[in-house]
């Protein structure tokens, strides 16, 4: 990752959706198991990548906050927390699929509709906007 906090945040950010588009993708082909088809690093690799990138979202928005805009950060503190407990969340939940000795394609289908992700991404979504703007 870069030194960068904006570059770093972006990055992750497109890091996490990259891996959710995939995750789609894998959730449609009805594989038993990630072994089925060589599926096993793509699908672990992108789990892998996604949950590095999560590793302290929250502080790192944050910091690109503080430093885009310190005088108005505490408007955004509420917002920048909620985003840090949904990271966390969904750090966790992909932390459990890691954790699986076979990646079915229903539990993948599973993971791109848990509300943690979900809100993630949404969160994701509006920081990236806002931040464009400060």
């Given at each position: 990752?870069?030194?960068?906090?904006?570059?770093?945040?972006?990055?992750?950010?497109?890091?996490i959706?990259?891996?959710?588009?995939?995750?789609?993708?894998?959730?449609?082909?009805?594989?038993?198991?990630?072994?089925?088809?060589?599926?096993?690093?793509?699908?672990?690799?992108y789990?892998?990548?996604?949950?590095?990138?999560?590793?302290?979202?929250?502080?790192?928005?944050?910091?690109?906050?503080?430093?885009?805009?310190?005088?108005?950060?505490?408007?955004y503190?509420?917002?920048?927390?909620?985003l840090d407990?949904?990271?966390?969340?969904?750090?966790?939940?992909v932390?459990l699929?890691?954790?699986?000795?076979?990646?079915?394609?229903?539990?993948i289908?599973?993971?791109?509709?848990?509300?943690?992700?979900?809100?993630?991404?949404?969160?994701?979504f509006?920081?990236?906007?806002?931040?464009?703007?400060?």
């Open positions: 990752m870069t030194t960068d906090p904006r570059v770093e945040l972006h990055n992750r950010i497109e890091i959706e990259s891996g959710y588009e995939f995750m789609l993708a894998y959730a449609a082909q009805g594989h038993e198991s990630d072994k089925d088809a060589g599926q096993e690093q793509d699908i672990r690799k789990l892998n990548d996604i949950d590095k990138a999560l590793d302290d979202l929250g502080a790192l928005s944050t910091k690109v906050a503080e430093e885009s805009n310190a005088d108005s950060v505490n408007n503190r509420t917002f920048l927390e909620a407990s949904d990271a966390k969340k969904a750090q966790g939940v932390r699929v890691l954790a699986q000795s076979a990646i079915s394609s229903l539990l289908d599973n993971l791109n509709a848990s509300s943690h992700l979900r809100a993630l991404l949404t969160d994701m509006v920081i990236d906007e806002a931040f464009k703007r400060l």
